[in-house]
């Protein structure tokens, strides 16, 4: 990037270094996270310019994408000079586009080998929230998702998920597995007691209807623990 630029309106900048010029010229790999923020916003405020600006939000947002896309229109607007409701819901908007496209690959990958293939399949449904939600995923005989469905959802802290309501859901649907998943707002992936207490109880209730448990996915904003994996099942 060239030198001592920061200071100029990005129509002053070299080519290169403008980010829709950048985009155009080197592909849209090349860009950073701020500068494709920056295309969004289009401009900055007095003191800096759209690349800044779109750096103070990544900065504020702890340079994490899935941070940022808790953000509300509120907060980007009060906590960001130069940031308007227009400018607030083109961020919100395009990372709700990322989100819902994750969501479209996830729909497409429907058998379940291994944690990590459930981990993958639940992430853009369970990492953006503030609150817990408690999700289950329904498989086939044939380890295939045939149902990814919310069955609570809660406060920061817990969420209470009905056993008669997963099984209600597991028969209805004609399934022979349940791969059980929620999230922790707090990032924290170990289980907690009631995590555990309820696993083991919702196993024993699969065991008695055959309709295993085959695993319990607790998802973070980077990470998660499986039940299986660990071998607490």
Known sequence: MSENHNKKPI???AEDDRPREKLLLKGK???SNAELIAILIGSGNR???AVELAQEIMDKAGNNLIELSKFTVQELTSKFSGIGTAKAI???AALELGKRRLMAQALE???ITCSRDAYDI???FLTDRYTEEFRILLLDRA???IANLSVSQGGFSGTVADPKNIFKEALAY??????LAHNHPSGNRNPSDTDIALTRKLKRAGDDLEVYILDHIIVTSDNYYSFADEGKL
Do not use: D, E, M, Y
């Not at 004609?174 to 791969?179: L, T």
């Open 109 to 111: 990958k429907k058998k």
């Open 143 to 145: 380890n295939q998702v």
């Open 29 to 31: 790999q090349a860009l």
């Open 90 to 92: 083109s961020i919100i």
């Open 11 to 13: 129509s002053q900048w």
């Open 47 to 49: 003191a800096k310019s």
């Open 122 to 124: 639940l992430t853009p």
């Open 174 to 179: 004609s399934a022979s597995g349940i791969i």
